[in-house]
């Protein structure tokens, strides 16, 4: 037996929550084309345009690599445009397309009426708590990865 039993392991119930909303936004947005990570691309990308694929992955919460195909597949389909820096040339900045501002548009509303949905499970007050809780369960997590490992 473990030390700590499944149920009281805060990151089961966390994954399970991620996993739950993955799944209904994919839904959600497979009607528009997108996945998840592409959306969440495109909607970073409207909201700075020019924005690097590192600073964008960081943005999305996906590795660099992840964020490098989820670019390239946006590209192939015309979503966005990656174009050299003025000053930097070995940094490609990138900007939505006008197809890819349509298909933003269309996607955003589905993402939105989850996200609404997922609000309106709880009070004003709750969403609050909840926004500070998971604040600090991120704050502790960062804090853990950067820590250097105990001696033994």
Same mark, same amino acid.
């Given at each position: 037996m473990t030390e700590l039993p499944l149920s009281e392991r805060? *990151?089961?119930? $966390?994954?399970? !929550?991620e996993q739950a909303l993955n799944a209904a936004k994919n839904a959600a947005l497979k009607q528009a084309g997108l996945t998840v990570s592409q959306y969440a691309a $495109? &909607?970073? &990308?409207? !909201? #700075?345009?020019? =924005? #690097?694929a590192a600073a964008l992955a960081r943005a999305c919460a996906v590795t660099p690599p992840t964020m490098n195909t989820v670019l390239k597949n946006l590209q192939e389909h015309g979503l966005i445009e990656r174009t050299p820096h003025e000053w930097h040339r070995n940094v490609l900045e990138t900007? &939505? /397309?006008?197809? *890819?501002e349509r298909v933003l548009a269309a996607a955003d509303p589905r993402a939105v009426r989850v996200e609404r949905?997922? !609000?309106a499970k709880f009070s004003p007050e709750?969403? +609050? /708590? &909840? =926004? /500070?809780?998971l604040g600090r369960c991120v704050?502790? $997590? +960062?804090a853990?990865?950067?820590a250097p490992e105990p001696e033994s």
């Open positions: 805060l *990151g089961s119930h $966390l994954k399970r !929550a $495109l &909607l970073h &990308l409207s !909201a #700075s345009p020019g =924005i #690097s900007r &939505l /397309t006008e197809k *890819g949905g997922l !609000a709750e969403r +609050e /708590t &909840l =926004i /500070t809780l704050e502790f $997590l +960062e853990v990865r950067s």
